[in-house]
């Protein structure tokens, strides 16, 4: 249809899910239950190599006061020469911990990417939640902190380390 109105598409980041798809809601469950912080004293090694690059896309990319935006999260090792990373799937899931602002709501502040079922892979891993902002939430950019935890090793025979990687999540609020 874009291309018969003479358009060019757009090339999408992630594909369309969740909210892209969903009416909007007209309440906003937080979980009830809510795990404990898993490194609250941030003791965990950063990973200051960059064995998993991470993307963030916030849609959509500007949300007024009181609004929602769907957070994607897409980890995946680093497979350059330098450095040959792929994940370790003998130990736990990777996860996502986001710490959002004073009356910021998400779904779930704890969640997780499941790993498959082989020893070593390189997939993309995929972090979906929803955030919704306050109703007096102040314009600009607003920045979220999380942090994801997971188990990566290096080249095909290296060492095996659980790493930390500090993230940002920005959510551009429009008047």
Not at 2 to 14: D, F, N, S, W, Y
Not at 96 to 114: F, Y
Not at 147 to 153: M, T
Request: charged residues 30%; contains cysteine.
């Amino acid at each position: 249809e874009i291309k018969a109105r003479g358009e060019t598409p757009v090339e999408l980041v992630v594909e369309p899910s969740g909210a892209e798809f969903a009416q909007p809601e007209r309440s906003f469950s937080v979980e009830e239950v809510v795990k404990e912080n898993p490194d609250p004293e941030a003791l965990i090694d950063r990973d200051e190599l960059g064995f998993i690059d991470v993307k963030i896309v916030v849609v959509p990319s500007e949300v007024k006061p009181g609004g929602a935006v769907r957070v994607h999260v897409l980890m995946t090792p680093n497979t350059d020469t330098k450095v040959k990373a792929h994940w370790n799937n003998e130990a736990d899931d990777t996860v996502l911990w986001i710490d959002p602002l004073d009356a910021w709501q998400v779904d779930r502040r704890w969640l997780s990417a499941k790993r498959p079922e082989t020893i070593v892979s390189t997939e993309t891993r995929r972090i979906e939640f929803e955030l919704h902002l306050p109703d007096d939430a102040k314009a600009g950019v607003a920045k979220i902190p999380a942090y994801a935890l997971y188990y990566v090793c290096e080249d095909v025979s290296g060492l095996c380390l659980y790493r930390r990687q500090d993230l940002e999540i920005k959510v551009n609020v429009v008047k």
